[in-house]
């Protein structure tokens, strides 16, 4: 799931400068229900999202779509404090 930096401001441009890795961070779902990866780049710390292909390992997206509930932000204590 993880992929390189590459692209500057177009997909496909192939004009970044930076090559770092870029880390699969979350999961987003456009409106008509297609997964799309986030990405944020180790080197730069900037963001890109990346539709997914029809080969990637679902369980592998489903373990990062789940990701900020197996490890929230907060502590979960603070739930019944609101």
Do not use: K, Y
């Amino acid at each position: 799931m993880w992929s390189r930096h590459v692209d500057d401001d177009t997909p496909g441009d192939r004009d970044a400068d930076c090559g770092s890795q870029m880390e699969p961070i979350g999961i987003t779902v456009r409106g008509g229900g297609e997964w799309v990866l986030v990405h944020r780049c180790t080197g730069c710390d900037e963001v890109h999202l990346n539709r997914t292909a029809g080969d990637d390992n679902p369980l592998m997206l489903l373990r990062i779509a789940v990701l900020p509930l197996a490890q929230p932000p907060f502590p979960l204590e603070w739930i019944g404090q609101l």
